[in-house]
């Protein structure tokens, strides 16, 4: 994914092996079944070119982030299941009562 | 005709001030996993009464056992059919809103989570954390069958030490491991099914806080409450520009409130919050059941 984000144009699945590959040990077809899956998953976008296909990044990387944030942070709306969140940030008043109660348990616990 | 009116009654009881009523007491907290199966109960007898009204209607408004043939030139039989419709209907808006409550909440899912493992980066912890570079402080699960996620950021890790992380990962699994989400999902179903201006938002809620109260609970029984409650703060309490803030008053202040306090365990609370609700689910079945188990052997004698 790092290849196709940093890559200007659409790539081939060789030209995405032989990057990859100076740096990792990989098959040529685990790049090929890797870009495939993402193909499915919408996350590149492919083009015939010839025999080959092109693939790039189906948004930048900003833009992927961007939409898993505005995910994690929706608090209200139907995206607000998906998600099980550990905490909500709370306004400063309640801030307030959150470190009383824990001042309250570090002194019983000493 | 005195079912229908009794289970009309329970119905709008249980849909309205019950509800309001339950949410307003504190004792729930000190017994969440009774007070999950009470709602539960209070939403799955709510609407087995609702539906219980509207068929013991149309069949006393049939007329009278023995003549059970249907005739469209009475009108009576004409209303009563009308009214079976209707209970038809809304069975068929529950079912309909429970498959598109599933449906999308996967697809998002599966879409988020498609996301984190493009831009997140594993880390062997436990199984399914992923790293997300954000400086935002952010913990969150992906719950599924298989290929269940948990999300913590940069900016998040930066704030706990290794005993508070552990608290939050702790938290996050008792939430897979206990499949909450489902628990959420119903309760999600069940209140879009119906029209906004029937509908409260109090046992959703509520079901959001208990889970939370459940989560909370195992992880204290594994890393005691300082961490959990170090954490809660740590993260609760940064500052977070773009979040809508005050939307709704939050339930961490119960939580961490909770864990100053000695662990809760209220074994006769408990037991009598489940009585309740198996007795909420008893009642109405039976009052719907018996005419028509009656009538069924009416008519086969």
């Keep these: 994914m790092e290849q196709l984000w940093a890559a200007p144009d659409a790539l081939t699945v060789r030209a995405v092996y032989e990057q990859v590959s100076t740096t990792r040990d990989l098959a040529y077809t685990t790049v090929m079944t890797v870009l495939d899956r993402l193909a499915k998953k919408k996350l590149t976008e492919r083009e015939r070119d010839g025999k080959a296909w092109r693939y790039r990044a189906a948004a930048p990387r900003e833009e992927m982030a961007a939409d898993l944030m505005r995910d994690a942070l929706d608090r209200a709306g139907d995206r607000r299941e998906a998600l099980v969140r550990f905490v909500d940030q709370v306004s400063d008043e309640e801030a307030a009562l959150l470190r009383e109660a824990l001042a309250r348990l570090e002194e019983r616990e000493g | ?301």
């Excluded at chain 2, 719950?143 to 900016?155: D, E, N, Q, Y």
């Design chain 2, 1 to 301: 005709m005195i079912t229908p009116v009794l289970l009309a009654v329970l119905a709008l009881a249980l849909a309205g001030p019950v509800p309001a009523l339950l949410a307003r007491s504190d004792w729930p907290y000190r017994v969440p996993r009774a007070a999950v199966a009470l709602w539960q109960a209070i939403a799955l007898a709510a609407v087995l009464a609702a539906l219980g009204a509207g068929i013991a209607l149309s069949y006393s408004t049939a007329g009278q056992p023995g003549e059970p043939r249907f005739d469209p030139s009475s009108p009576r039989d004409l209303l009563a059919a009308a009214i079976l419709a209707m209970t038809a209907l809304v069975v068929l808006r529950l079912l309909w809103a429970t498959g598109k409550v599933a449906v999308g909440t996967r697809a998002r899912r599966k879409r988020h989570r498609d996301l984190v493992d493009v831009l997140a980066t594993p880390d062997g912890l436990i199984p399914g954390l992923r790293v997300l570079a954000e400086e935002t402080p952010l913990a969150y699960c992906l719950p599924a069958l298989r290929g269940h996620r948990v999300v913590v950021s940069v900016g998040a890790l930066d704030r706990l030490d290794d005993t508070e992380l552990k608290a939050v990962l702790a938290h996050e699994q008792a939430h897979l491991r206990a499949r909450h989400d489902l628990v959420l999902e119903a309760f999600t179903a069940l209140h879009a099914a119906f029209p906004r201006w029937v509908r409260s938002e109090v046992a959703l809620e509520q079901a959001r806080t208990l889970v939370e109260l459940l989560a909370d609970d195992d992880a204290r029984r594994r890393s005691g409450p300082r961490p959990l409650a170090r954490a809660l703060v740590a993260l609760a309490g940064s500052p977070a520009p773009e979040a809508g803030l005050a939307a709704a008053k939050s339930s961490t202040v119960l939580r961490v409130q909770r864990l100053a306090d000695p662990e809760p365990g209220n074994t006769a609370l408990a037991a009598g919050t489940y009585t309740a609700a198996a007795l909420l689910l008893v009642l109405p079945t039976f009052t719907v059941a018996a005419p028509i188990v009656k009538a069924i052997v009416n008519a086969v004698s």
